[in-house]
């Protein structure tokens, strides 16, 4: 079973930087098409970010030219480098991943196996 364990997440006032780590265990990260989601009280899950098995990356419109995500697959982990952060960044982050690549998976998180347990970022004004 694959295990996903996110980490890195805090509180920030706007303008601030985070970086998320997303460590996985029984799995090798570059096989998988793997995604950052986030969660805000009362609203859905929507994709932020994803990473394919051949490294092409996608973004939200409203997190492009912000936030970056990446992979060490030496370490074996994803990362999010969320910059000039909003408050309206304020959610639960989770990391994800699918068998399926990403080109097909996209921003659908029904489509993704895999999760952690989440990372809350509250960004402040």
């Known amino acids: 079973q694959v295990q996903l364990v996110e980490s890195g997440g805090g509180s920030v006032q706007a303008g601030g930087s985070l970086r998320l780590s997303c460590a996985v265990s029984r799995a090798t990260v570059s096989n998988y098409c793997m995604g950052w989601f986030r969660q805000a009280p009362g609203k859905e899950r929507e994709g932020v970010a994803t990473i394919n098995s051949d490294g092409i990356t996608n973004y939200a419109n409203s997190v492009k030219d912000r936030f970056t995500i990446s992979r060490d697959n030496a370490k074996n982990t994803m990362y999010l480098q969320m910059n000039s952060l909003q408050p309206e960044d304020t959610a639960m982050y989770y990391c994800?991943?699918?068998?399926?690549?990403?080109?097909?998976?996209?921003?659908?998180?029904?489509?993704?196996?895999?999760w952690g347990q989440g990372t809350q970022v509250t960004v402040s004004s």
């Open positions: 994800a991943a699918t068998s399926m690549n990403c080109y097909s998976a996209s921003f659908s998180w029904r489509t993704y196996n895999y």
